[in-house]
Structure formats: C-alpha cells, structure tokens
C-alpha cells in the first residue's frame, strides 16, 4: 500500500571540483505484506536509485564523481482515498483531458538551479 507520494528537490555538491546542481525527484514510500516500509525514487519517470546513498546519486557534468544529496525541499501530494477528499470523477466516454497523453513530461531538471555558494566561485588551490 502506498503511504506517502512526495517530489522531492535533493541539493549536490560534488567535494572535487565543487560544482553544484538540484534534481527534482519523486518519492513513493510503500508498506508492503509484511509491514515494511520501502522507498522508491523516480526521475523523470524512471525508476533509480536512493540519491542519498554513493551508488544513486547521479555523476557531476564537469568531472563524473558522485557524491550523495541532501533533501532541500520537499512537496508531499496527498495520497486519495479519504472519503472527505474533493475528487472529480471522470466521465466513461473517455475523452476527458486528453491532452494529457501528449502533454510533455516535466524534466527534473526544468527548475532553476541554485547559485553556486561562496565556496564554490574559489579557484580550486584555495580549496585544499
């Protein structure tokens, strides 16, 4: 059963050459048969690994090392199902919103990224 939906916006900042960059990712937290909880992450309508373990988190552009993200926003989206919810019910005849088939998918990367911290502007020599 599906406990939480949620986008979440993960922060990188490689620890080499110091460059920064977000990707929006969405969560889905999952309780399965045996009452344990499991995390799934997708970008870009993929399915991939936990952006806060080494393996998951996606290679700098500039020079290709991982290094893990922090959470820096977060958006929860309301799971259906509570009867009080507002809800529209779909007409049967099936031609309700059919844009949405065609309509391009929202890339993880469409946001504005952060600005590059004081740190990060340093020429590598005054990093060590």
């Known amino acids: 059963m599906i406990t939480e939906l949620a986008v979440e916006r993960i922060d990188f900042t490689c620890g080499a050459c110091w460059h920064r960059w977000s990707v929006d990712y ?3 937290r999952y309780r399965d048969a045996l009452d344990a909880e499991w995390e ?8 991939v690994p936990s952006p806060y373990t080494p393996a998951g988190a996606p290679p700098c552009e500039h020079c290709g090392r991982r290094w893990v993200g922090r959470l820096v926003a977060r958006r929860p989206i309301p799971v ?4 009080e919810s507002l809800r529209s019910r779909i007409p049967a005849e099936g031609a309700h919103r ?3 088939h065609t ?4 890339k993880a990367t469409g946001h504005l ?10 020429p590598s020599e005054e990093r060590l």
């Open 80 to 83: 259906a199902g509570d009867a």
């Open 26 to 28: 969405d969560v889905q």
């Open 40 to 47: 799934h992450f997708y970008r870009d309508n993929t399915a």
């Open 103 to 106: 309509a391009p998918l929202l």
């Open 98 to 100: 059919p844009e949405r």
């Open 113 to 122: 990224q952060p600005e590059p911290d004081a740190r990060a502007a340093r």
